[in-house]
T-cell receptor, first 109, second 113 residues
Framework: GQNIDQPTEMTATEGAIVQINCTYQTSGFNGLFWYQQHAGEAPTFLSYNVLDGLEEKGRFSSFLSRSKGYSYLLLKELQMKDSASYLCAVMDSNYQLIWGAGTKLIIKP | DAEITQSPRHKITETGRQVTLACHQTWNHNNMFWYRQDLGHGLRLIHYSYGVQDTNKGEVSDGYSVSRSNTEDLPLTLESAASSQTSVYFC????????????FGEGSRLTVL
């Protein structure tokens, strides 16, 4: 079966750095995607990796290792507004997105 | 600005009733999707469409139907609502079928009593 695993909840301090991990087992691979979802709101696209390595986008970076079936989202200089759930999704060989259950990130002052 | 809107945002209904959730997008995207989101689960695909008159079943399609008569709209119908269909429903669209960058509506919270 297809499976995406990510931690249920993480806590971090304002101004710090946090890494949210995602491991996957899917039928084929056509990219890995990270979304941010604030409570009660819609998910919004953050980043996309299709090749191994690090993609940087301001305070957010995403890393992919296809051989290990592993990705992480790195958030730097955390702000209170970063409190949200972070969803990892993998596009399989049929171009269907398989979603993880999300990691709820709590930022403390 | 282009957008995707859902209605109603909140609905309470009774078991056995028919319910339709509307989704309207002005992105001019051919590709539209319906997902449900439940605690402890990732987003699960209900139905999707790659263009007018095209509809396809997703992972959890039982008890749901969609129709695509134009580019802008993909209404989701629950033929006979069940308590297991209490959930938050998201409509989304994308520029191409292969794109994982989805644009989501605000969500519709449905409670079936």
């Amino acid at each position: 079966g297809q499976n995406i695993d990510q931690p249920t909840e993480m806590t971090a301090t304002e101004g710090a750095i946090v890494q949210i991990n995602c491991t996957y087992q899917t039928s084929g691979f056509n990219g890995l995607f990270w979304y941010q979802q604030h409570a009660g709101e819609a998910p919004t696209f953050l980043s996309y990796n299709v090749l191994d390595g690090l993609e940087e986008k301001g305070r957010f970076s995403s890393f992919l290792s296809r051989s290990k079936g592993y990705s992480y989202l790195l958030l730097k200089e955390l702000q209170m507004k970063d409190s949200a759930s972070y969803l990892c999704a993998v596009m399989d060989s049929n171009y269907q997105l398989i979603w993880g259950a999300g990691t709820k990130l709590i930022i403390k002052p | 600005d282009a957008e995707i809107t859902q209605s109603p945002r909140h609905k309470i209904t009774e078991t056995g009733r028919q319910v339709t959730l509307a989704c309207h997008q002005t992105w001019n995207h051919n590709n539209m999707f319906w997902y449900r989101q439940d605690l402890g689960h990732g987003l699960r695909l209900i139905h999707y469409s790659y263009g007018v008159q095209d509809t396809n079943k997703g992972e959890v399609s039982d008890g749901y139907s969609v129709s695509r008569s134009n580019t802008e709209d993909l209404p989701l119908t629950l033929e006979s609502a069940a308590s297991s269909q209490t959930s938050v429903y998201f409509c989304a669209s994308s520029e191409t079928p292969e794109s994982g960058e989805l644009f989501f509506g605000e969500g519709s919270r449905l409670t079936v009593l």
